[in-house]
């Protein structure tokens, strides 16, 4: 186990924030990361195009922060591997150029991820900056997956967010997966699973990661010891067709390339029966957006089957551990049904298969 004892020379976290566009919220983040007590870490961030002035902002006003320029917009997932590359140190932190957090913030995360040698990836309790006693969408106080594929987190199903009122402050620290709004990272374990899976671009990539890393033996855990305020959606608003598109298509790919094949055979084609029942009750609701980005994430599927393949032939080929055991950290039930049928509340669905402590 590492020491928890610091040297304030000796860098540890390399901060990635990938960017684009939005002076005002990335000052924010630079000035409230610059704010913490916890000295030993550098931030190098990747500007995936900005036209807003950003850049002369980042050298004007925090010239001690690394400033790597695109000329394309790579996507998260592209902008995060290449921050990954860079960076020299045992962690780093994936963290959203829309956020702020407290003095304690890196502290507290530092000291959740060197408590084990296996924790691969860890996050705060994530609030909303708008509404800041609700847990934000993006990742809540931890994210879980039933087995059908669905992500929904402690405090967030689908649209409903809930109010933070401690209730998963003593609820066990594992999860399914850890934010990529803020997410600290034991570099080292990328040797073994990889990075980001560049062609999701953007939206559940770090879910991926996450399955990948429990596919290898890892853990990922969820501290309630520290927090962080986000402004979701701030890059792409919930009901852009292209992020629907994003959501859908990247969930399907995960599920086909994570999945041992017996289990796959059982859930992906119930999973499909859900998405065309999805799109049917989105065009009865006149939602043709979300219908239309549902039907473009089947038809991609249905068209880049050697793509997948390659994908799935090379995780499965990592697994160190058998599904029946990533089960048990999964909702056993379909999320769906339980909340637009049962009418269940993030909290009553979480605790069905989570422990307090």
Not at 201 to 206: L, R
Not at 277 to 284: E, H, K
Request: hydrophobic share 40%.
């Amino acid at each position: 186990m590492e020491q928890k004892s610091i040297e304030n020379t000796k860098i540890l976290i390399s901060i990635v924030i990938p960017h684009f566009n939005g002076l005002e919220i990335l000052r924010d983040c630079l000035n409230a990361l610059n704010q913490n007590s916890f000295k030993a870490f550098q931030t190098i961030i990747i500007d995936n195009g900005s036209t807003d002035g950003s850049q002369d902002l980042i050298r004007k006003q925090f010239p001690g922060t690394r400033l790597i320029q695109n000329e394309e917009n790579r996507g998260y997932a592209g902008a995060c591997n290449q921050g990954i590359k860079i960076a020299q140190t045992p962690f780093v932190l994936l963290l959203n150029n829309d956020t702020v957090m407290p003095e304690n913030f890196l502290q507290e995360m530092y000291n959740c991820i060197i408590a084990d040698d296996k924790i691969a990836m860890v996050q705060p309790k994530i609030l909303s900056i708008q509404n800041k006693h609700l847990f934000d969408y993006s990742g809540g106080a931890g994210g879980e997956l039933d087995v059908f594929g669905y992500p929904f987190a402690r405090g967030r199903i689908f649209e409903l967010v809930e109010e933070d009122t401690g209730q998963y402050d003593h609820m066990e620290n594992k999860v399914f997966w850890t934010s990529g709004c803020a997410l600290l990272l034991r570099k080292s374990v990328t040797d073994v699973i990889g990075l980001l899976d560049l062609d999701f671009f953007a939206h559940q990539e770090e879910i991926d990661l996450n399955w990948r890393a429990q596919l290898c033996g890892f853990k990922c855990l969820a501290t309630m010891n520290t927090y962080i305020y986000h402004y979701s959606g701030y890059t792409l608003r919930s009901h852009n067709e292209y992020k629907m598109y994003l959501n859908h298509r990247n969930n399907l790919i995960m599920m086909l390339k994570n999945y041992a094949l017996h289990n796959l055979l059982i859930y992906f084609p119930v999973r499909i029966l859900m998405e065309i029942s999805t799109v049917l009750a989105d065009f009865i609701l006149w939602e043709g957006k979300r219908a239309k980005a549902a039907l473009k994430s089947l038809f991609f599927i249905m068209t880049h089957p050697l793509l997948i393949y390659k994908k799935r032939r090379v995780i499965q080929r990592l697994r160190k551990v058998k599904d029946r055991d990533i089960k048990k950290n999964m909702y056993r039930r379909s999320v769906v049904i339980d909340y637009f049928i049962k009418k269940k509340k993030p909290l009553e669905c979480i605790r069905n298969f989570r422990s307090l402590i």
